[in-house]
Every structure is written in structure tokens, then in C-alpha cells.
């Protein structure tokens, strides 16, 4: 029975907030002025807040709820430049004219999203618990295999992933299971600890000046007819020069444009209880961080202290309570180790993720101005991060050096898509589903 696979101490919440929660405790009431308003206080907000206050510029954040409840202490906490641009990259449907000198552009900058992250946690000391120890991609079907190997080359020339396949046989070099058809290894890759990296960031943007501000909800905004903005919030208006918006999964109805342009998803994990001493290193040798190429994906790592399995995906693509997607993730996780049945679940959890329809992420300008960062597909941690520095970098001096591929005026919408993707996420996912059984049975 479902109920079998919950540990006597069950809790549905972040696993991460065991080691840091979130708080109120550096909360300030908002100023009436700043130079610089930004909407959302995840990795990429407080990125932006830290960069403006090096360079002397103020900074006011609101988060609508606690710091830190939202995405950024609630993904897995993995980290990769390039390589997990995934389908945004790959081509498909792209105009092969200046496709090629596109992506070069785009996989260089999904490399200085991870340089960024890498950066921030040396120069501000943050207690972030990263290793780079790489990461294995297993490939759920020979065909899945064939696709990943035709990249390597540019994954290395391109995105400096230091890359190679492993084919089945040596499979276990990478991973205690014979549950994919090989895969590629990716040596530039690794994984923090979300929670603790998010509490780190949110202290030394603090301490840089910035006035944070939680409990606070943006609730509409107008633009001056002498430039600027005014933005009320529920604890009064703020009067800013420039106005950021960096919500991502939890973009809401005061930017419809934004919310036009993003879909919510998702992505949900679970953690187990502590295994037995040297069971988690015959699991992910080396504590590298693995995903997978299903269309269901899931990804996994073990915890940073090595004693358990935090295993994630897309159990449901819509919100669930833990009794619906918990065994989902446990019989995933099952499938790939079998030696984990009879492990018990001691945290269940869930948040959002946002994706583009062009599968990319973006930074830029709303029509009014507004500047925005979002659409991480699922891979925020390092990139929104590096989106916040590349936007207060714009701010600070105009341009960014070296060119960040993300900053465009191209962000898409579909016709009659009005950010509520509620109705079609089910039909999406059994649709999804379907597919990865037909591609395995056909395999």
C-alpha cells in the first residue's frame, strides 16, 4: 500500500528546510522611493539587489510571502552551464540560416551562468555547500542515446562541459542502476544546497544594503509621465526609476504580458530517510547530480551530508498533495534502484517551475518598460541567478560584456494562451506518458 512508503516522522515540507527555513528575520518596511523596485525575492531578485548595491545603486525587494518559500529552497539544487538549455538548443524547428552562430551564442552563456554562480559563492563567502562532481544523463532509449552522443562534440567545443557517453556497459561507472540505455557524462556540472545557498544570498544582499522587504505584494503599477514608476504594494506605494520583475513560476496577473509568455509547471520531490552506511555512494558514485532524457523527467542526487536520496520530477504537472505525489516519485525511484524498496519518505514537497515556449530563458523589457528575468525551464539555480547579474549590470552601465544571449526582444506567447495552463497540463502529461511507454516498448 501507498501508505507503506511514509516514514513514522513524515513531513510535507522541504527536506532543506531542516538546515535553513524561511524567515522574516531581515524583513524591513518599504521606503516611499528607491532607485531600483524588484518584484520577487528568489536567486534571481537578490542577484539583482546584490550587483545593484556593489555599485552603489539602491535596491527595495518585495516578496510576497516569506523569504525564501517559494522556488529557490524548494528545487534540487542542481547546477550546469549550457548543457541543460535541453530543447532550447536543439534545433528542430529552427531556421538552420544563423541558427548555428545562435547557439554558439547561447550555450557561451549558459557556461557564464555557472561561472556566475561559482563567482558569487567564492566572493561573498556563501555557505552554499556546492561540490562539482558533474553530472550523468541517462538515456531512456537507444534513440535517446544516438541524440545525446550527436552533441557531445558541440556540448564541448561550445559549453566547455568536458562531456563523454558512457554505453551501457559501463553504465555503472556513473550510477548504480542498469535502468537507462548508457549516457552522457558531463564532467562541468554539480549541485548545492538550495536552501542554505538561497539564505546565504539573501544575507549578503542584505548586508551589501539592500532593503528587503517580505510579506509585501506588489499589486499594480503605472508609469510616470516623467519616466519612472509608482508600484502599490499592500504596504503602500514606492516610487522607483526602475522597475524588476523577477517572479518565474509565481508570475501573477500585475504583469499579464509576462504572464502570457510563461508557463507553470510543477516539479515535485521527495526525500529518504537516512540509508544504511555505504548504500548512497554504490547508488551515485562520487555524489554526482543524474537526470534523464524522458519526456516525464526525474532528477536525483544525495543529500549534502551523503545519507539520503533527494529524487525529483514531474510526478503530476499540476500541484498534488503528497499522498498523490509521493508514491509516484517512490515508484520512479524504485524503478531505477530497486534495492531503495521498502525505504521510507521522511519529506514530500512541491513548487513551480517556468517555462518559455521556445524552451529558453529571458531577460529584457516589457512594452511599459518593465525589466523582467525568468523561463529557467526547470534549471534556475544558476541561471537566475545569472540573469539578476546581467540585469543589474544593465542598469549599473547599459550593457553586458560578454554579450548575454538571453537578453532579447523575443519573447513568445501563443494565441489565446492567457498564463493559466491548468486545463491543458493533464492532457500534456498523459500525453507524455504515453510517449515514454511507447518509446520504451518500441525501443
Same mark, same amino acid.
Given at each position: ?38 518584484? &520577487? ?21 518585495? =516578496?510576497?510571502?516569506?523569504?525564501? @518559500? ?19 538548443? #536543439? ?6 540560416? *544563423? ?12 557556461? =557564464? ?36 552522443? *550527436? ?12 562531456? =563523454? ?17 548508457? %549516457?552522457?557524462?558531463? $564532467? ?22 539592500? @532593503? ?14 516623467? &519616466? ?12 522607483? !526609476?526602475?522597475?524588476?520583475?523577477? !517572479? ?18 510543477? #516539479?515535485?520531490?521527495?526525500? !529518504? =530517510?537516512?540509508?544504511?552506511? %555505504? ?30 536520496? +533527494? ?33 521510507? +519518505? ?17 531577460? *529584457?523589457?516589457?512594452?511599459? *518598460? ?19 547579474? $546581467? ?16 537578453? !532579447? ?35
Amino acid at each position: 500500500m501507498a501508505a507503506d512508503i511514509f516514514h513514522r516522522d513524515f513531513k510535507a515540507a522541504p527536506w532543506w528546510w531542516e538546515w535553513w527555513h524561511p524567515s522574516n528575520a531581515l524583513s524591513q518596511d518599504p521606503p516611499r522611493k528607491t532607485d531600483v523596485l524588484i518584484v &520577487g525575492a528568489g536567486y534571481g531578485g537578490l542577484s539583482t539587489a546584490l550587483e545593484l548595491r556593489r555599485g552603489g545603486i539602491d535596491a527595495v525587494v518585495l =516578496e510576497k510571502g516569506d523569504f525564501g @518559500v517559494g522556488a529557490s529552497s524548494r528545487n534540487g539544487g542542481m547546477v550546469s552551464g549550457g548543457v541543460n538549455l535541453g530543447k532550447g538548443i #536543439s534545433g528542430k524547428s529552427r531556421d538552420a540560416d *544563423g541558427w548555428q552562430a545562435r547557439k554558439k551564442a547561447l550555450l557561451a552563456s549558459g557556461v =557564464e551562468s555557472m561561472t556566475a554562480i561559482e563567482d558569487i559563492i567564492a566572493r561573498e563567502g556563501l555557505q552554499a555547500h556546492y561540490i562539482r562532481h558533474g553530472r550523468f544523463m541517462g538515456a531512456f532509449t537507444p534513440a535517446h542515446y544516438a541524440d545525446l552522443a *550527436g552533441k557531445v562534440d558541440d556540448f564541448n567545443a561550445l559549453a566547455q562541459a568536458g562531456a =563523454e557517453m558512457l554505453p551501457r556497459e559501463r553504465q555503472r561507472e556513473a550510477i548504480g542502476s542498469d535502468y537507462y540505455c548508457g %549516457g552522457m557524462l558531463v $564532467e562541468r556540472a554539480g549541485h548545492l544546497h538550495p536552501a542554505c545557498y538561497y539564505g546565504s544570498l539573501l544575507a549578503a544582499a542584505h548586508k551589501a544594503g539592500a @532593503v528587503l522587504c517580505a510579506q509585501t505584494e506588489a499589486l499594480a503599477y503605472e508609469r510616470k509621465p516623467g &519616466g519612472g514608476y509608482v508600484v502599490r504594494t499592500s504596504k503602500g506605494a514606492i516610487e522607483a !526609476t526602475e522597475v524588476v520583475v523577477a !517572479t518565474n513560476g509565481y508570475t501573477g496577473d500585475v504583469t499579464p504580458y509576462l504572464r502570457r509568455r510563461l508557463v507553470p509547471v510543477a #516539479s515535485h520531490i521527495i526525500a !529518504t =530517510e537516512e540509508l544504511p552506511d %555505504g548504500l548512497p555512494e554504490t547508488l551515485i558514485p562520487n555524489s554526482r547530480a543524474v537526470a534523464d532524457t524522458k519526456r516525464v523527467l526525474t532528477y536525483y542526487r544525495l543529500s549534502p551530508d551523503g545519507k539520503r536520496l +533527494i529524487f525529483g520530477g514531474r510526478a503530476r504537472f499540476t500541484q498534488a498533495p503528497p499522498q498523490v505525489s509521493a508514491p509516484v516519485l517512490h515508484r520512479y525511484m524504485t524503478d531505477r534502484f530497486p534495492q531503495l524498496k521498502g525505504v521510507k +519518505i521522511t519529506h514530500a514537497w512541491t513548487g513551480n517551475v517556468a517555462f518559455a515556449f521556445d524552451w529558453l530563458p529571458h531577460m *529584457g523589457r516589457t512594452p511599459d *518598460g518593465l525589466r523582467y528575468l525568468m523561463a529557467c525551464n526547470g534549471n534556475g539555480v544558476a541561471m537566475m541567478t545569472y540573469l539578476g547579474r $546581467e540585469t543589474a549590470r544593465k542598469i549599473r552601465g547599459g550593457s553586458n560584456a560578454p554579450a548575454n544571449a538571453f537578453d !532579447t526582444d523575443d519573447f513568445p506567447t501563443r494565441r489565446f494562451y492567457n498564463g493559466d495552463p491548468s486545463w491543458a497540463l493533464p492532457v500534456v502529461g498523459a500525453w507524455y506518458r504515453f510517449r515514454d511507454w511507447w518509446d520504451r516498448r518500441a525501443a
